[in-house]
Nanobody, 124 residues
């Protein structure tokens, strides 16, 4: 059974940093694209970042470009999201997700596996 477990969320002040982790279990995902999404109260789930199977290719939403960095450790079956210069608008539940193929995507419906989410709250 595949499980994705996120960690690293919390309450921080504007300008602070957080690092989210998402550990996968149940199978190896070294050949799968991975992504991070977020959902704020009353809003739809939105794309944050995605990374290709090797870690050499990444794509970011414009709202987080130059502040967030996605990375992965295939030996640990884990994907990370380093978030710097956090702003109140970044407040949301953050979800990691994994595709069944190596191709990056910003579309939530194209991801097969999802974590339970971790809350990130940024105060002003």
């Amino acid at each position: 059974q595949v499980q994705l477990v996120e960690s690293g969320g919390g309450l921080v002040q504007a300008g602070d940093s957080l690092r989210l982790s998402c550990a996968a279990s149940g199978r190896t995902f070294s050949r799968n694209a991975m992504g991070w999404f977020r959902q704020a109260p009353g809003k739809e789930r939105e794309f944050v970042a995605t990374i290709g199977w090797s870690g050499g290719s990444t794509v970011y939403a414009d709202s987080v470009k130059d502040r967030f960095a996605i990375s992965r450790d295939n030996a640990k079956n884990t994907v990370y999201l380093q978030m710097n210069s956090l702003q109140p608008a970044d407040t949301a539940v953050y979800y990691c997700a994994i595709r069944t193929n190596p191709y990056m995507s910003g579309v939530p419906s194209e991801y097969a596996y999802w974590g339970q989410g971790t809350q990130v709250t940024v105060s002003s």
